[in-house]
């Protein structure tokens, strides 16, 4: 059974750091890439963040280039994402997902909350 299940979101100011966790289990990871967007309210899901599991590989949206950090931890089966100088605009819920390296996003976690206050 696929899960990936997120924590670590929260509330924080503008200016602060919070680290999100996406502990995966069910697939095999060395196929696949994991990723994380965001939804805030009445906005579409847009992309953030992606990683290759086997190599490492990365991706970021402009908007958080510079700002956030993807990695992973092969041992734990757990994808970060790092958010530094968060501004409100950051403020969404955060879902991890996971697609096929010639698929789509098929994966996808309940989401975590993230506020950031001016």
């Known amino acids: 059974q696929v899960q990936l299940v997120e924590s670590g979101g929260g509330l924080v100011q503008a200016g602060g750091s919070l680290r999100l966790s996406c502990a995966a289990s069910?697939?095999?990871?060395?196929?696949?890439?994991m990723g994380w967007f965001r939804q805030a309210p009445g906005k579409e899901r847009e992309f953030v963040a992606s990683?290759?599991?086997?190599?490492?590989?990365?991706n970021y949206a402009d908007s958080v280039k510079g700002r956030f950090t993807i990695s992973k931890d092969n041992a734990e089966n757990t994808v970060y994402l790092q958010m530094n100088s968060l501004k409100p605009e950051d403020t969404a819920v955060y879902y991890c997902?996971?697609?096929?390296?010639?698929?789509?996003?098929?994966?996808w976690g309940q989401g975590t909350q993230v506020t950031v206050s001016s």
């Open positions: 997902a996971a697609r096929a390296y010639a698929g789509i996003w098929s994966k």
């Open positions: 069910g697939f095999t990871f060395s196929n696949y890439v």
């Open positions: 990683i290759s599991w086997s190599r490492g590989n990365t």
